[in-house]
Structure formats: C-alpha cells, structure tokens
C-alpha cells in the first residue's frame, strides 16, 4: 500500500536541531519556545547582549583609536552505554570519550556561569564538550570553580568566555599562562589573560584588540569559504593584532561586505583563540564546523583524517512502495555503497487523514511485500535501525496529521501564525516507563516480521525529553540522529543532576561520532536531505545544497558526510549525491562501522 505524502518530508529530521530562540531588533528576549526552520539545519542559540564598549577596559587591550592597517593580518548484542564517572567512580562531570577516542588524551572543558545569560554558558558548554568527546574523555565544569595546578591532569583544555567580564580564577588564569598544553579559547574574556601577562604579545604572538561589528558573514579557513550567520553580527567579533608572524598566524579569517578582513579565529604558541562564540546562530555550512575542527585538535592532536560518508534511507514503513525500496537497494549496491534504513515498525493513522476517513494500524509484520522488500535490502548491504515506535503521538496532529512519519512521537509540537514548527514539552505522560514500553512494542514488531532486535535507534524528528534519551542510551548501542538538549541539565557541568528546563531547548548536529552528554555514542547526521519543494519557512534542499555543505564539511578532520534520502523521492537525486561524495573522495561505510569509533 503507498500514499501521498502530507508534504515533500513534513518536519523532517532537521528541525529537532533548530532551536531558535526570539531575538529583537534591541537585543534578546526571554528564550520561550524554540521554533525551528527545518531545513535550516541550524540552532539558533543566541550570543549574550553584547557590552557597548568595544574594547574591553584592561590596561593591556589597545582601543580601536591606536590602531593602523600594519595591525592587521589577514547489528549485534546490544551493549549499553554508561558514562564514565559510573565507570571508574569518578565525579559527576567527569566523562568518557566516544570509542575510538585517544586513550591518552584527556581535555578540561571550562566555561561562564555569572550573569543574567549564565544558561547559555552551560548550552555553549554542552556544545563543546559534545565535540571534545569525539577526541578524548573530558572533565566538563564552571571556570569559577578551577582550582590551582588543575591543568595538570589534563592534555589540553577548551575555554568557552560567553559572560563579558567574567570573574576567572587568577589560578586559572595562570595556569594557562604557564602551561605548554594545547589551550583553544573563546570569545570574551582574553584580555584577562592578557592583562595577567608581562610579555602575553612576546609570549604568543599576538595581542586582543577590540570588538569588530563589520558585517562580517563569510569566513575562510583551510582554502574553504565558510557562512557566518548575519545574525551573529550585531555580537562582534574580537580582532586580534599579530605582532609576531613568526610565533602567531590567522588561522581563519572573516572578511566583510567591504573586503575587509577579521582574525577570526588566531593561533599562536600553545594558543588558539576564536573571535566569537561559534555555538551561536549556527546552520548546517556554518563557521561551527571551523570550531569542530579545533576543538579536535585539542582533545587529539593526532586525529586520523579519515574520509567516510554515510547514508539512510528513511521514514520505511508499512505503506512504501517495496518496488523503490528495491531499486534503491540495488543502485547502492552497484555503487559499493553499505547504507542504514530507518523503519517505522507500525504505522498508524488513527483519524484516516491518508484513507478517506477510515482509521488504519498497520503492522509491519502485516506488510509482507514490505517485509520483503527489507529482507531484500539487508542482503545488499542494509542495516536496519528502529525509527521511533510510531513516528506519531496519539490521535492528534504533532503537529501536523497525526500520521506514522509525518509527527513528532516523544515532543509535542506545533506550527504557529508565522508557519514555524514551535517545539512544546515532552508529552504529558513522558516517563522512562512510557518511553521503554514504546520501544519494547516496537521490537516486537521487528521480531513478529521476522527481523533481529535493532541496536540502533533513532528518535522521530530527531526530538526526545531527557528522560526518553536515557531510556534509549540504555536499551541500544547507539543513536543515530542530532541531538536535542535543555538548559538546566548540567549544573557545574554534572549533566544528568539537574531540571532540564524545556523552555531553553538546543540543538546541535554532528560531523563526527561522538558520545554526549546523555551517553550515548552518536552517529551523526549533518548534511540533510533531499526536499523539492518549500515548507515551514524553509527554501527546497537539492543535491547541490547537500554537496555544498559536505564541501564545507570537509575542513573537519575525520569527518563523516552523513545524509539521509525518502524512498518516494526520485532516485536521481540519490544517484547525484552519492556520486557527488564519491567524487570528493569519501568511501561510504556502514553505520556500525562509524559506531565503532
């Protein structure tokens, strides 16, 4: 049995990493519900309101006004994931790499607490520490609370500066200062460092100068032109001056609608300094990825620099044409091209919006031409995954029909005035036993069609409560998606210990796997799909966007280009985006490769 689909995609996968918080004109408002652009791919945490002084008042920063233009430069056993502090015993901010993380390597994650936007410090903080995994384990806490010598157990140590002025330790400070460890810094709160220094320009090669507010939107790093969201402007970023080419270089570099040029991200010494918090207003070919990139070069300098592409074939369910599943799975298959399918075990249209009328509950044990057609593509190279029980929640629209893939499952939603998918709250009876009880009903329907139990899952529309994502880290090997955070959930970096709060919720996507701040080791998905037409504020996505964020991708060390393709759209497409990847020179894998590390 097929249908016609409500939209291209509804909500796809994107929009659970688009959490847009309400910006003004004046600055920021109370962040209230996250609305979401669903192709995007963005999340849209904002940059703290920032201070009118644009440079910093520290005897050590030169103002604008002394400035010259000298100064500038231009399937298997289920293995359930446990964190590591339940491990070795150690604190609750303590945690394990991803697998194939550096056993040697171990990166401190530090960051701001103080201040009417100290929320953000712990998000930006989460974001980082994310991407830290995939190289080492890491400790994650507030740089309030460093201690004297703490450096000293750790390889290298990232730095997020969100609150202008900041109180940091002098121990911190000074640690920094003498230590050879490879040190990545961000945003605000360099020139405290600077200011703590006698010779910090002899010592690095460079110095802080002022806050730049050019309409700076392109930066370019490793010969590749990266987007800077406009909205991140009005946020400035902090130039440096490099006083010493032989010790400090530009490592990125933004340049303006002028033609002129801002350090955006500097190096010198031990020392990498970003202009900028890259956590903020980010979209999928976004100057993010730049600080992915750094981030590994901190948590491990000898990252491999392997180039692997991955691919899913999504929303399968009862109701697909077995006759496209078919083809797709041949067509991978000629290509060499192992690839994941995101089945849906029962369908379930419970007001008949696709039938007329009449209510359907569909089983995929009930579809055998489905089944079949499965069947037929594990022997081609498939790995099915579990995508949600139902892909829909009750009997109401989520925010759209109802229906088995076009709904959120474990998030309520809804489209606003401005055709905005708002995010909501978990369901009103979200609970861990709820959520297993869910994905236990699904299992069994993959076993009742004949199929093994999936040992990965992936969450509808990318979108789950804190509660439903433990649930998931316990009952599966891993996730297959973005994920979805809410402020709250790490106080001092203890994540798990606090209330997530679901009025400050974000998103974030992954070019590499990592394991978060759930504890789940992460196969990321980064580069979209394939939509034909526009919906809810977004413009159609065609295998030329797809190429253009993997080109962009591809200033990531050891990243994955990971897309994902619905079997009712046509299948060129396909065949153009995976020519397009081999072309660039990535080799398509499976994903229990990548999960592997």
């Not at 006004?65 to 231009?74: G, H, K, Q, R």
Request: hydrophobic content about 40%; overall charge neutral; aromatic content about 12%.
């Amino acid at each position: 049995m097929t249908r016609s689909r409500l939209k291209p995609s509804v909500v796809r996968s994107l929009l659970a990493s688009a959490a847009l918080v309400l910006t003004t004109a004046a600055g920021l408002t109370s962040p209230v519900q996250a609305q979401t652009a669903e192709h995007s791919g963005m999340s849209l945490l904002p940059a703290p309101p920032r201070s009118f002084v644009a440079a910093p008042s520290i005897k050590k920063i030169q103002t604008a006004s002394t400035l010259t233009a000298s100064t500038y430069t231009t399937s298997g056993p289920v293995q359930r994931n446990v964190s590591l502090s339940a491990l070795l015993g150690a604190p609750a901010n303590a945690f394990a790499g991803a697998p194939g993380a550096n056993a040697n390597q171990n990166t401190l994650v530090l960051y701001d607490s103080t201040g009417a936007w100290a929320w953000l410090g712990e998000a930006y903080a989460v974001m980082a520490a994310n991407l830290v995994s995939h190289g080492s384990k890491y400790t994650l806490h507030t740089a309030a609370t460093y201690t004297a010598g703490e450096l000293n157990n750790y390889t290298g140590l990232v730095y997020v500066g969100s609150t202008y002025d900041e109180p940091l330790p002098t121990a911190m400070l000074d640690d920094v200062l003498a230590t050879t460890k490879p040190v990545l810094w961000m945003n605000d709160n360099i020139w405290q460092l600077a200011a703590r220094s006698p010779n910090f320009g002899a010592q690095y090669g460079f110095t802080p100068m002022f806050f730049d507010f050019s309409n700076a939107v392109t930066v370019s790093y490793k010969g590749v032109a990266i987007q800077r969201n406009a909205l991140a402007v009005p946020s400035g970023l902090l130039q440096t001056a490099i006083v010493d080419p032989a010790k400090a270089t530009a490592v990125a570099v933004a340049t303006n609608d002028t033609g002129g040029t801002v350090n955006w991200a500097t190096k010198g010494a031990n020392l990498t300094y970003i202009g900028e918090i890259p956590f903020s207003y980010i979209g999928m070919n976004d100057r993010y990825l730049i600080a992915a990139d750094l981030i590994g070069k901190v948590s491990n300098p000898s990252m491999p620099a392997r180039k692997r592409a991955l691919v899913r074939i999504e929303d399968v369910n009862a109701t697909d044409d077995p006759a496209a599943l078919r083809a797709i799975a041949d067509y991978l298959f000629s290509k060499g091209v192992p690839f994941t399918v995101a089945v849906i075990p029962y369908y379930l249209d419970p007001k008949g919006y696709y039938s007329n009328g009449v209510p359907q509950a569909i089983h995929l044990s009930q579809a055998r031409n489905v089944v079949s057609a499965l069947k037929y593509m594990q022997s081609k190279g498939g790995t099915i995954l579990m995508h949600g029980y139902t892909h829909q929640y009750s009997n109401v629209p989520n925010p759209y029909s109802g229906v088995s893939a076009d709904d959120f499952e474990f998030f309520r939603a809804h489209i606003n005035a401005d055709n905005y998918v708002i995010y909501d709250t978990p369901p009103a009876e979200d609970s861990a036993l709820w959520t297993q009880g869910r994905i236990v009903k699904g299992l069994m329907d993959f076993a009742a069609a004949g199929f093994l139990a999936p040992t990965i899952f992936e969450p509808p529309h990318y979108a789950a409560s804190a509660t439903d994502y433990k649930v998931i880290n316990s009952m599966f090997s891993a996730r297959y998606d973005r994920g979805l955070y809410a402020g709250g959930w790490c106080p001092n970096g203890a994540c798990g210990t606090g209330t997530p709060d679901y009025t400050r919720i974000y998103g974030q996507f992954f070019p590499y796997l990592v394991r978060d701040i759930y504890g789940s080791v992460v196969i990321g998905e980064q580069l979209g799909n394939v939509e034909t037409e526009a919906f809810n504020n977004n413009p159609p996505r065609l295998p030329a966007d797809i190429l253009a964020s993997a080109n962009a991708n591809t200033v990531v060390q050891d990243s994955v280009q990971s897309f994902f393709f619905h079997p009712y759209v046509n299948i060129n497409y396909l065949k153009q985006i995976v020519q397009g990847l081999q072309g660039m020179g990535y080799t398509f894998v499976p994903a229990n490769t990548v999960k592997q590390g």
